[in-house]
């Protein structure tokens, strides 16, 4: 089991950026694919990004291109760099991380949830 701390939201106006970060302990990162996502309200938890232990990236079509998964394993932190920002990226980010292979954006994949940080932007 890793434990998962988020940090770094926040409120921001249209096409403001605003980068997350997810702190893991109590094991190695570098063992886990970790990954993003997001729920609005009244809405169902939704793939954001994912970084797998084999270094590859994936993301969500609505953030390609403005959004960047990294991980630094030596200091054991996932980031979420999140540019040109709109009003409907608007929810509470969560950081979460699985060993298992297979599909990175599914969330039930997810064995190990942060407690999630709040995204707000403003039109």
């Known amino acids: 089991q890793v434990q998962l701390v988020e940090s770094g939201g926040g409120l921001t106006q249209a096409g403001g950026s605003l980068r997350l970060s997810c702190a893991a302990s109590?094991?190695?990162?570098?063992?886990?694919?970790m990954g993003w996502f997001r729920q609005a309200p009244g809405k169902e938890r939704e793939f954001v990004a994912a970084?797998?232990?084999?270094?590859?990236?994936a993301y969500a079509d609505s953030v390609k291109g403005r959004f960047t998964i990294s991980r630094d394993d030596a200091k054991s932190t996932v980031y979420l760099q999140m540019n040109s920002l709109k009003p409907e990226d608007t929810a509470v980010y969560y950081c979460?991380?699985?060993?298992?292979?297979?599909?990175?954006?599914?969330?039930?994949?997810?064995?190990?949830w942060g407690q999630g940080t709040q995204v707000t932007v403003s039109s």
């Open positions: 979460a991380a699985k060993r298992a292979v297979g599909s990175v954006t599914i969330f039930r994949a997810y064995g190990d």
């Open positions: 109590g094991r190695t990162l570098s063992s886990y694919t």
């Open positions: 970084f797998t232990r084999s270094g590859s990236t």
